[in-house]
């Protein structure tokens, strides 16, 4: 079992930054691929960022390519979304996800464990 707790979202305005923070607990975390994923209203859970468990290959799609970075602190058992140049239609629930024994995939369903999610709104 992998407990999952995110934390960092906010408002904020185009074209500011914002951090999100997910800790973990429970198995060894060390040994997981970790996804942060996010859904507005009324569309379905879109990937984000993809790190492996080493932290050596991290994967974007395009829409955030460039001003979203993902990373990892093993120690701390924790992992990072580091939002740059936020946009409106950033606007989302972001939730961090858990793929033990896995390597990184967009494929949500590909995630055994999920967060509660942060609210990130991002105003024009």
């Known amino acids: 079992q992998v407990q999952l707790v995110e934390s960092g979202g906010g408002l904020v305005q185009a074209g500011g930054s914002l951090r999100l923070s997910c800790a973990a607990s429970g198995r060894t975390f060390s040994s997981v691929a970790m996804g942060w994923f996010r859904q507005a209203p009324g569309k379905e859970r879109e990937f984000v960022a993809g790190i492996s468990w080493s932290g050596g290959f991290t994967y974007y799609p395009d829409s955030v390519k460039g001003r979203f970075t993902i990373s990892r602190d093993n120690a701390k058992n924790t992992v990072y979304l580091q939002m740059n140049s936020l946009k409106p239609e950033d606007t989302a629930v972001y939730y961090c996800?858990?793929?033990?024994?896995?390597?990184?995939?967009?494929?949500?369903?590909?995630?055994?464990?999920w967060g509660q999610g942060t609210q990130v709104t991002v105003s024009s």
């Open positions: 996800a858990a793929r033990p024994q896995g390597w990184v995939t967009t494929d949500r369903r590909e995630y055994d464990y």
